[in-house]
């Protein structure tokens, strides 16, 4: 049963939706289409829940946010195209090719290589999609690792 309609007057809905506007840089986001013919509220519940409640709490920076999103997606590793979606946001929100790098190299330690390997190539081809995006700086080389790994 829904309760409310996305076209009604609803704070967490409205707040929500403006927030996945502007990191899916879209009017209308494809979420809501996507699952408009089977579980609406779901579509809803995302947008008041995920955006409205979670996503627009005054604690991160929204750029901040998307790189932990990122991060998190990666780490599951079965959310391709969700990590997809959160990369391009994170582009669209002001994160840069190298925030994103760092932030799935950083993933690497917690759930391990194949996680990261798989958000990195999930980031190329973001980038390779984004016509709009500088020309990627060359990688810096690989530093050899010093000190302990204690509190990794």
């Known amino acids: 049963m829904t309760n409310t309609q996305p076209g009604t007057s609803n704070d967490r809905f409205e707040r929500g939706l403006a927030l996945l506007q502007q990191v899916s840089g879209k009017e209308r986001p494809a979420v809501l289409d996507t699952l408009a013919d089977i579980a ?79 958000g990195l190539g999930a980031a190329r081809e973001v980038f390779s999609a984004r016509t709009d995006l500088p020309v990627a700086a060359e990688p810096a080389p690989a530093r050899p690792a010093t000190g302990s790994s204690a509190g990794v």
């Open 40 to 118: 609406p509220d779901l579509g809803r519940l995302t947008v008041e829940f995920g955006y409205g409640d979670v996503l627009s709490r005054p604690g991160l920076t929204l750029r901040q946010r998307q790189l932990a999103t990122v991060a998190a997606l990666a780490a599951m590793g079965n959310a391709a195209p969700q990590l997809r979606f959160h990369i391009d946001g994170a582009l669209n929100v002001g994160c840069t090719r190298e925030e994103i790098v760092e932030t799935l190299i950083h993933v690497s330690v917690y759930a391990g290589f194949p996680a990261a390997l798989n």
